[in-house]
């Protein structure tokens, strides 16, 4: 996709880490970006850095997510671009011993919806609202309207113990890409997925400031090179696959070769 001052673009959770790099790098390219984020200090701190506009969604809202986009393109017009970050679960093993009542529990089901509605529902409600806004447009070369881009994980290869909800779920972000990218075709809009490994975001460096032993053992493990990866890397993935249209129905690690431990 040819992308130029014209386009417009809405990146979630973009006030901080791989959203932030995302929309960064969307707009260094010329993109108007619309940040989507519930922190509305560091959100309009981003979008005014970049040039953009700030909207505050709450993602496992269909309201406001819907709100959101009705106030970006009001601002910048019918976006042509999703880059989906945002997300928010809980965590725990299946079942786990519980020193307080002295037995075992297990995960409650209220908490694996709760990070059902975080990662799997937000994604598809965020991709499927850009995709039927973008049927509006103009087609470009090769007919193309749109790209969307979901955020999964490497943990929905390597799910972790005490990532039962996490993994499985972003398992299913994956799971979306490949039919809803046939479900589009026609339409000519795409649909791809990262699944990052270990990134510098924001959560990973106050980790580095409580645990920094913990925080070196986790750059060590990455095969090459080893450190965690840099939010910009991501963002660069995110212009390639806006700007290479051969990119379509894909779900693509971005880890430095790690392949995740039990634990």
């Not at 386009?7 to 993109?31: H, I, K, M, Y």
């Not at 509006?136 to 309207?145: N, Q, S, W």
């Not at 095969?223 to 890397?233: A, D, M, N, Q, T």
Request: net charge neutral; charged share 20%; proline share 5%.
């Amino acid at each position: 996709m040819k992308i130029d001052s014209n386009t417009a673009a809405v990146v979630t959770g973009a006030a901080s880490g791989l959203g932030r790099a995302s929309a960064e790098t969307l707009a260094a390219a010329g993109v108007k970006v619309a940040v989507f984020d519930l922190n509305e200090e560091a959100g309009t701190e981003v979008a005014k850095a970049i040039g953009g506009v700030f909207c505050k969604v709450d993602i496992t809202s269909e309201e406001s997510v819907i709100t959101g986009f009705e106030a970006a393109r009001a601002a910048h017009g019918q976006e042509r671009v999703l880059v989906h970050c945002a997300q928010v679960s809980r965590g725990a093993k299946t079942v786990r011993y519980d020193k307080a009542s002295g037995g075992y529990v297990r995960f409650p089901t209220e908490d694996y919806a709760f990070s059902a509605q975080g990662i799997l529902v937000a994604s598809y409600r965020v991709a499927s609202i850009a995709a039927l806004g973008m049927t509006a447009l103009d087609p470009l070369e090769d007919g193309e309207r749109g790209a969307i881009t979901l955020t999964s994980s490497a943990a929905a290869q390597d799910g972790q113990i005490g990532q039962v909800g996490y993994g499985s779920l972003k398992a299913g972000v994956n799971g979306l890409v490949l039919p809803m990218a046939r479900d589009l075709m026609d339409l000519g809009i795409r649909v791809n997925s990262i699944m990052p490994g270990i990134f510098a975001t924001p959560p990973m460096l106050a980790v580095k400031e409580r645990a920094p032993a913990v925080f070196e053992g986790l750059a060590a493990s990455v095969p090459f090179p080893k450190r965690l990866g840099k939010p910009e890397e991501f963002g660069s993935l995110v212009l390639e696959l806006v700007r290479n249209s051969y990119f379509n129905g894909q779900t693509l690690r971005l880890d430095g070769g790690i392949r995740m431990p039990p634990k």
